[in-house]
T-cell receptor
């Protein structure tokens, strides 16, 4: 089974802090994704990566950056956290091609105070 | 621009009843996914539908796809409480192998005794 592991289930940070959310997958997937999920807004794509050191902006990249130095790890960075970034963050991965779905981690509930 | 609409967004139903969730998408796509999310949990893939007329079934859930109408349905038969969850449909953009998903807002289903 595919395992996508997010480093924290719950995280509380302060406004202005630099925040790192980590995601690791164990299935050698090329593609990795970061979403945020807010009530009434569904899943919104922040960034995705289709290869090591490659990244593309999603629908809401402002205030975020990402890093993918190794194939199995995709990090989301909040450069200067703000209260409007309080949300549930979900990481997903999938292989390239084929029909396999995206596989999701358990999510990180991030609160910015 | 590809958009995905689900309806209803909220559904309260009695155990033993049947109901259908609808997923419309705005432009051509070649695959559609259904996911389930339990409260406080991550997303779990249920079905992937590829071609016109495709039907997939698992337990009390049956999904179908009409590519000409750009419509997928998720039919619930004789609902039980364990089916209470949020159900999302998602459609791929036709952009090479690094496919993004465009998500519906989800249907929050509550099955009551």
């Amino acid at each position: 089974d595919v395992k996508v592991t997010q480093s924290s289930r719950y995280l509380v940070k302060r406004t202005g802090e630099k925040v790192f959310l980590e995601c690791v997958q164990d299935m050698d997937h090329e593609n990795m994704f970061w979403y945020r999920q807010d009530p009434g807004l569904g899943l919104r794509l922040i960034y995705f990566s289709y290869d090591v050191k490659m990244k593309e902006k999603g629908d809401i990249p402002e205030g975020y950056s990402v890093s993918r130095e190794k194939k199995e790890r995709f990090s989301l960075i909040l450069e200067s956290a703000s209260t409007n970034q309080t949300s549930m963050y979900l990481c997903a991965s999938r292989t390239t091609g084929g029909i396999q779905p995206q596989h999701f981690g358990d999510g990180t509930r991030l609160s910015i105070l | 621009e590809l958009k995905v609409e689900q309806n209803p967004l909220f559904l309260s139903m009695q155990e033993g009843k049947n109901y259908t969730i609808y997923c419309n998408y705005s432009t051509t796509s070649d695959r559609l996914y259904w996911y389930r999310q339990d409260p406080g949990k991550s997303l779990e893939s249920l079905f992937v539908l590829l071609s016109n007329g495709a039907v997939k079934q698992e337990g009390r859930l049956m999904a179908s796809l009409d590519t000409k109408a750009r419509l997928s349905t998720l039919h619930i038969t004789a609902a039980v409480h364990d089916l209470s969850a949020t159900y999302f449909c998602a459609v791929t953009t036709n952009a090479g192998n690094n496919r993004k998903l465009i998500w519906g807002l989800g249907t929050s289903l509550a099955v009551n005794p």
